[in-house]
C-alpha cells in the first residue's frame, strides 16, 4: 500500500508542480476520496485493495499514450502470475491497463466539456486459472478543467434602441456571455465585460454586461445610429485570459422634441374661379425633424374662413386648402388669410420653454374663366293641363352668362329626354310650347332637359332639368271595376241582391271620385240601388225566372262621375239564369233540353251521326284500299286469254326491234291509215299494202280501250311507264299489219295471205301456215 502511495504522490507532483498543498499522507488520503481519520491513512480493508479515484487534467500536453496511474494488488508477487483487468465507461478505447504491471493510459486527449468524469472497474485474475483473486473494485477517473475555451455571445449583433434625450445611466440592453469552462474551479470561467467601441455615448457594466447610456442630451436628428462592441474576458479579466467580442446596433428612438416650422412664413396660391365646390386650390408644407406620430401635424385657418378651409393630408403632412363656396372673379379677386400648424401629440417633457406651432400667412388670387351659362332657377317645375292644344304655352326658361362680356344664349331641348318630340323651345327667349296634346292618362309627368349653349361660343354649354307635370282633366268616363260573374237563381224572390258593383275612373279629381248609378230605362226584371259610397247593389224586381224563357238577361248601367264635364258610361251587366239549392247556391246555368217527339234528345241525333259519319270514313278506306291491290299486270302468265302484244324474234329487225309498235294508235285510232315504216328495218322490196280501213262497227271496243287508256292515264298509282300492252289495236306500223281477229270484218277464212310469200324467208313459216288453210286453196 505504501507503494501505491507514493506512486501517486509523485503522479501528483507532476500534475502539479505549483500546487502549495503539502502532500502529507493524510492529504493524498483526501484527494483520492479516502476519508482521513486522525492524520492517519486509513489500512486497506479486505475490499480496499486501491484507490476509488484517479484525477487527470483536460487536454494534458504529453505523449499519446497519456499515463493516468497505476493499480495494484497485493496478491501480485511481481511473479506474472497476476493480470489486471479494466472494464467500465471507456475501457479498451479511452483507457487502457497494462495487464502485467497495472498502469492506465489514456489513448487521446479528453475534453473535460465533453464528459468530466469516467467510472471504471477493475478486476485481478489469475493469468493461469482465470480465476478472481480480488473481488471488483469500482472507482472514478476525473477530469480537471484548465482554460481553454474563451466567453461566447449568443449572438454576434445585438440591436437595441433607446429614446433620444434620455438621462446618463439609462439602461439600453444587456448582453452576456457563456464560459464553457469549470463555473466552480478557478477563474477559467469568471468574466468581466468591457467596452472597445462606443464610448463616450454608452458604457458597460463590468459584472453583468448591461448598457448604459454614458452621454447627456443625445439628439436623434443629430445622430441615429450607434455601434458599441462589448468584450468579455474570463479568468477576472487578468493577463492571459481569454476574451470574445459582440457588436451592438444601438438606435436612438424619437421622442417629440421638436415642433414644426414653416420654412416660408408667406404662401401665394391661384385658383380659376370655375373651381368646384370642395375641390382643392393648393398645398403648404410645415417641417417637423420628429418622424412616426411625433412629426404629424394638423393646419387650420385662425378664426375660421366663409370661402376657404384647409384640411390636412395624413400621409404627406401637408395643408390641403380647398374651396367651401364657389369663387366669382366678377365679385372678389383676392383672398388673404392666416394659417396654424401644430403636433397633433405632444411630450411633457419638452413643452416648457417650447412653442410647438407656428403661423403663416396665404394669399389667394383669382382668375377668370370663361364660363358657361347660368340658369335663374335649377330644376324648373312647371304645371299644364291635359288636353291643350298643339302650340299651347307651357313655361319659360332663362339664363345668362356670367362673365362680364354676357354674352348672348341660345336655348335648346335634348330630344334624348323628349324622344315623343312633344314639346319645344324657343332658342331665343326659352319659351316651352307644345307640339301635341298631352294626356295625363298616359303620363303624369314629362322630365326634359333644357341646354343653354353661349353663341360666340358653343363649348359653353349648361344643362338644367325641366318637370312638366300633367294636370288632370275630366275627359274620361267611369266604367265597372271588373267584369262579373253575375247569375239569378230560379226560384228567387223579389227585392233579392244578386251582385254588387262598383266602378273606376283614370280620372284623378280634387275632391275625390263620386260616382251615380241607374239603369237607363225601366226594367221589369231588375233594379239598382245605390249606395253611395261609389257602389251600388243590383236586385230583382221581380221572382221566378225560368231557364227555358231567357237563360241570359243584358243589363245596362249607367255610371257618371260628379266632376266638370260631367263624364258617364254605359256598361252592360250581363246575367245567367241558374238553378240554386234551397240555400241560394248556384247548382247549374245550362238551359234545360227539351224532349222530341220521337224521344231522341239533342245529344242522342249528335252520337248517331258521328257513328254514321265514322262507318262512311271506313268504307272510303276499304275501297281505296281494294283499288290499290287492284293496280297489277295486265300480263301475269303466257296463258292470258286477252290480246297481247307479243315480241317475236324473227320479226322485223329481230330482237333489236323495239320501235315496232306505235302506242300512239291506240291513244288516236283515226291514225292507223298513216304509213309509218320501221326504222330499223328497210324492206328489200316494196309493195302496195292492202289494208283495209277499221270498221265503224267496232266503235265500242275502241271506246272501251280509250276509256281504259284514259282511266290508266289519270290513274295515279299506274306505273310511270306504258308497260301494259293489252289494247285491241297493234301499232298501225307493221308491215303485217294487225295479227288480232278484233279488227277483221270478216271471219278468218275471208282473208287473203298470199301476200305473206313476198315477205322473204323470215315469213315463210308464217306463209305457210296461213295459206295452207286458205279457203281458196282449199277449193
Avoid at 469549470?182 to 455615448?201: C, H, M, W
Avoid at 419638452?350 to 340658369?375: R, S, W
Wanted: contains cysteine; proline residues 5%.
Amino acid at each position: 500500500m505504501i507503494t501505491n502511495q507514493v506512486l501517486l504522490l509523485l503522479m501528483l507532483s507532476i500534475l502539479w508542480p505549483s500546487t502549495a498543498l503539502p502532500f502529507t499522507p493524510g492529504n493524498i488520503g483526501n484527494l483520492f476520496g479516502v476519508p482521513e481519520s486522525d492524520g492517519r491513512i486509513l489500512q486497506r480493508s479486505k475490499r480496499g485493495w486501491m484507490w476509488n479515484q484517479f484525477f487527470l487534467l483536460e487536454e494534458y500536453a504529453g505523449n499519446d499514450h497519456q499515463y493516468v496511474g497505476k493499480l495494484h494488488s497485493n496478491m501480485d508477487k511481481g511473479d506474472g502470475n497476476v493480470r489486471y483487468v479494466l472494464t467500465g465507461e471507456g475501457a479498451g478505447t479511452l483507457f487502457l491497463i497494462d495487464e502485467k504491471s497495472g498502469d492506465i493510459h489514456a489513448t487521446k486527449r479528453l475534453d473535460r466539456e465533453e464528459k468530466a468524469m469516467y467510472t471504471l472497474i477493475a478486476k485481478v485474475l489469475d493469468r493461469k486459472t482465470n480465476a478472481e483473486l480480488e473481488p471488483d473494485t469500482e472507482f472514478n477517473i476525473k477530469i480537471h478543467d484548465i482554460n481553454d475555451n474563451e466567453p461566447r455571445f449568443a449572438k454576434e449583433i445585438y440591436f437595441a434602441s433607446v429614446p433620444e434625450m434620455s438621462e446618463v445611466g439609462t439602461s439600453v440592453v444587456t448582453v452576456t456571455a457563456n464560459d464553457a469552462d469549470d463555473q466552480t474551479y478557478g477563474n477559467s470561467a469568471k468574466l468581466v465585460y468591457s467596452i472597445l467601441q462606443g464610448q463616450p455615448y454608452f458604457s458597460v457594466d463590468s459584472e453583468n454586461g448591461t448598457i448604459k447610456t454614458a452621454l447627456p442630451g443625445m439628439d436623434r436628428e443629430v445622430k441615429e445610429n450607434y455601434q458599441v462592441v462589448i468584450q468579455a474576458k474570463d479568468m477576472a479579466g487578468q493577463m492571459g485570459g481569454l476574451s470574445g467580442t459582440t457588436t451592438v446596433s444601438i438606435t436612438l428612438s424619437d421622442v417629440n422634441d421638436s415642433p414644426p416650422r414653416f420654412a416660408n412664413h408667406s404662401f401665394r396660391v391661384t385658383a380659376v374661379e370655375s373651381t368646384e365646390i370642395g375641390g382643392a386650390i393648393g398645398r403648404i408644407k410645415a417641417d417637423d425633424p420628429d418622424i412616426g406620430r411625433n412629426a404629424e401635424m394638423e393646419y387650420s385657418i385662425v378664426g375660421g374662413h366663409d370661402t376657404f378651409n384647409i384640411i390636412t393630408d395624413q400621409t404627406t403632412q401637408e395643408g390641403v386648402i380647398i374651396i367651401k363656396k364657389a369663387l366669382d372673379y366678377e365679385n372678389k379677386r383676392d383672398y388673404e388669410f392666416r394659417v396654424e400648424v401644430k403636433n397633433t401629440y405632444l411630450d411633457a417633457r419638452f413643452i416648457h420653454g417650447l412653442q410647438f406651432k407656428d403661423y403663416a400667412t396665404v394669399k389667394v388670387t383669382v382668375e377668370d374663366v370663361d364660363e358657361p351659362p347660368v340658369f335663374t332657377r335649377n330644376p324648373y317645375i312647371i304645371e299644364v293641363h291635359e288636353d291643350t292644344a298643339a302650340g299651347s304655352f307651357v313655361g319659360v326658361v332663362s339664363a345668362r352668362d356670367p362673365d362680364a362680356d354676357n354674352k348672348p344664349v341660345k336655348y335648346s331641348i335634348d330630344r334624348h329626354t323628349d324622344l315623343e318630340r312633344l314639346f319645344n323651345i324657343d332658342s331665343v327667349n326659352g319659351t316651352i310650347t307644345t307640339l301635341k296634346a298631352l294626356d295625363r292618362e298616359m303620363s303624369k309627368w314629362h322630365n326634359i332637359s333644357v341646354v343653354a349653349t353661349e353663341i360666340n361660343n358653343p363649348r359653353q354649354t349648361t344643362r338644367v332639368p325641366v318637370f312638366i307635370k300633367v294636370l288632370d282633366v275630366n275627359d274620361n268616363a267611369p266604367e265597372f271595376a271588373m267584369s262579373y260573374d253575375t247569375f239569378v237563381c230560379e226560384n228567387v224572390k223579389a227585392g233579392q241582391l244578386i251582385q254588387t258593383i262598383s266602378a273606376v275612373d283614370t280620372d284623378e279629381p280634387l275632391v275625390g271620385h263620386k260616382f251615380v248609378f241607374s239603369i237607363s230605362s225601366t226594367n221589369p226584371n231588375f233594379t239598382i240601388v245605390d249606395r253611395e259610397d261609389n257602389t251600388a247593389n243590383i236586385l230583382t224586381r221581380r221572382g221566378g225566372f225560368s231557364r227555358r224563357e231567357m237563360s241570359m238577361y243584358f243589363l245596362p248601367v249607367v255610371i257618371s262621375d260628379n266632376d266638370y264635364p260631367i263624364q258617364s258610361s254605359t256598361s252592360t251587366l250581363i246575367v245567367r239564369v241558374c238553378a240554386c239549392d234551397s240555400r241560394g247556391n248556384m247548382q247549374s246555368c245550362n238551359p234545360e233540353v227539351l224532349p222530341f217527339s220521337d224521344g231522341l234528345t239533342t245529344g242522342a241525333l249528335v252520337a248517331i251521326l258521328l257513328c254514321v259519319i265514322i262507318l262512311l270514313m271506313i268504307v272510303v278506306m276499304f275501297a281505296a284500299l281494294r283499288r290499290q291491290r287492284k293496280k297489277e299486270p295486265l300480263i301475269i302468265s303466257k296463258e292470258d286469254v286477252r290480246d297481247n302484244v307479243v315480241s317475236y324474234n324473227d320479226e322485223g329487225g329481230g330482237e333489236e326491234d323495239t320501235q315496232a309498235f306505235d302506242i300512239g294508235t291506240l291513244r288516236n285510232p283515226e291514225v292507223m291509215d298513216a304509213n309509218k315504216l320501221r326504222r330499223d328495218i328497210i324492206p328489200e322490196m316494196l309493195f302496195p299494202f292492202r289494208r283495209t280501213s277499221p270498221i265503224k262497227d267496232n266503235t265500242d271496243v275502241r271506246d272501251f280501250i280509250s276509256g281504259r287508256l284514259q282511266e290508266n292515264d289519270s290513274d295515279p298509282t299506274a306505273p310511270p311507264y306504258d308497260s301494259l300492252a293489252t289494247y285491241a289495236y297493234e301499232g298501225s306500223g307493221s308491215l303485217a299489219e294487225s295479227l288480232s281477229s278484233l279488227e277483221s270484218a270478216a271471219t278468218e277464212g275471208d282473208h287473203d295471205y298470199d301476200y305473206l310469200s313476198n315477205w322473204g324467208p323470215q315469213f315463210k313459216k308464217l306463209a305457210e301456215m296461213y295459206i295452207g288453210k286458205s279457203p281458196d286453196r282449199e277449193n
